[in-house]
């Protein structure tokens, strides 16, 4: 219950401070949908860690 709890606090930080930068720094529409992605992935693949769905070390390259 505790890591559930942690992790929708994490997902809201992680989303007022997206909504806070899109909201207030000026910058490109592309540039602005590129970070959108890039905080998008990197939030699905912190996700799938902390779930234990997906671990990094299990790549074999």
């Known amino acids: 219950m505790n890591l559930l709890i942690n992790v929708v606090v994490e ?4 989303g007022v401070i997206l ?3 899109n909201r207030f720094l000026p910058m490109a529409s592309s540039i602005r949908s590129i970070l959108n992605f890039v ?16 671990n990094v070390s299990s790549l074999h390259l």
């Open 11 to 14: 997902l809201v930080v992680i």
């Open 19 to 21: 909504w806070l930068i």
């Open 39 to 54: 905080v998008v992935i990197a939030v699905i693949v912190w996700l799938l860690r902390v779930f234990g769905i997906w």
